[in-house]
């Protein structure tokens, strides 16, 4: 067993470091006050062969593996705490995946293209008001009319809108529809790739209502109307009514680089406060002389470590699975992995940011000290952005007692 990185994703890593250093640093805390990413850094990165790289060498992607995706994901978020351009990145690292497993051809000819280019973006809708985390009771409409389907209704809190509209090509979103009778749950469940504005066009049947959020800012999300939506079949991804299980493995993939971003934003915390701790003095002393500090750090730091083997044991289980067609690793694997990782990650680095910011004391509730920015941006995910911590227990104690248990 081997914990060390390879040569070549070491290379990788430093190589994501660099356009870190140069591009995200500098721009994180604006991107957060403004609640705006700039397309041009978007661009930028797709040049650097980090937006969208998980996309395959045919449509112009990087051919990445999910453990560069966690990679990525953790130094983007390590140089830009406040997550959002980490959190846009693991979005477009996931979903086009999927569209990639189960679309159309003529979809992924389209789309995926201008996404490894940074011309596009995908984001997920999938909540709605009623049902939050039963994915399976969604009420939003897709009638067939022959080769088309005419999608109405809302969805309460869609990914992306504004960033999809200020990008060159646009884009548009992973959609979970209902194409049956809804006593069937998720029996009648399709999935298609809607797009908000295509080849420059924006889809004036599609409208939104951007929520404000406490954080992440600049990863904008929306009340979205679907107002009579006509999408081509093509557009559909997977077989009309096999959507659910396909949109939960799109769910499991966010799910095992999410573990790596809050890793990511943990320890860019951790390492502000051993950079306090080390230099504030109080009564003639380094605080981080005194024993109630320095032994929560060494908790915190050893737990900060246990995390991020997590993070990449779920990284290289999806590997094993999509990439190497382990036998032995099972899609429930990706899963359990994917929970366990969001699980322990992303709360962990709430409380590394709360116990950070009671070393900084009173100077941590002011925004010129920006702890609070990555604290409220890892927080989001333990509220429950791709699954409420209540969901990740339930994944995980099905997959280990056993459905008919649990």
Not at 9 to 14: A, C, S
Not at 193 to 215: C, H, M, Q
Not at 260 to 269: E, I, K, P, S
């Amino acid at each position: 067993m081997d914990f060390s990185e390879s040569p070549e994703h070491r290379l990788f890593r430093e190589s994501v470091r660099e356009f870190c250093r140069k591009n995200v640093e500098p721009v994180w805390i604006e991107v957060d006050e403004k609640g705006v990413i700039p397309t041009d850094l978007i661009e930028r990165m797709a040049q650097a062969g980090i937006y969208g790289l998980t996309i395959s060498e045919e449509y112009g992607g990087q051919g990445g593996t999910f453990t560069e995706a966690a990679i990525a994901g953790e130094e983007l978020a390590y140089h830009g705490p406040a997550l959002s351009i980490a959190v846009l990145f693991l979005i477009q690292a996931s979903w086009p995946y999927v569209l990639q497993l189960y679309g159309t051809e003529e979809a992924k000819n389209e789309v995926l293209p201008e996404i490894a280019k940074g011309r596009a973006a995908m984001g997920i809708s999938s909540t709605e008001a009623h049902g939050g985390s039963d994915v399976s009771d969604v009420r939003l409409r897709a009638v067939r009319e022959g080769d088309e389907w005419v999608i109405t209704g809302e969805k309460s809190m869609t990914s992306l809108p504004t960033v999809i509209e200020s990008l060159r090509w646009g884009g548009g979103w992973f959609t979970i529809a209902r194409t049956g009778d809804p006593a069937l749950k998720h029996k009648t469940i399709t999935d298609f790739f809607v797009p908000l504005k295509r080849n420059g066009v924006r889809d004036p049947t599609i409208s939104y209502r951007p929520w404000t959020e406490i954080a992440r800012r600049g990863l904008d999300t929306s009340v979205i109307t679907f107002n009579g939506t006509r999408v081509k079949d093509h557009y559909r991804i997977g077989e009309v009514n096999g959507g659910f299980k396909i949109a939960m493995e799109g769910f499991n993939l966010a799910r095992s680089m999410i573990g790596a971003v809050t890793v990511g934003c943990a320890r860019w915390l951790l390492d502000q406060g051993l950079e306090w701790i080390r230099k504030r003095e109080v009564f003639g002393r380094p605080i981080a002389s005194y024993q109630s500090i320095s032994f929560r750090f060494a908790e915190l730091a050893k737990e900060l470590e246990a995390a991020r083997l997590l993070c990449y044991k779920a990284a290289w289980v999806a590997d094993r699975y999509y990439f190497h067609k382990d036998p032995s690793v099972s899609l429930s694997d990706v899963a359990l992995y994917g929970a366990m990782a969001k699980l322990k990650c992303a709360p962990l680095a709430v409380e590394i940011g709360m116990e950070v910011s009671k070393w900084f004391g009173g100077s941590a509730y002011f925004k010129e000290v920006p702890l609070m920015r990555a604290w409220l941006g890892a927080f989001s995910y333990v509220v429950g952005a791709e699954g409420t911590e209540n969901i990740m227990k339930l994944i995980i104690a099905r997959t280990l007692i056993g459905r008919d248990l649990v």
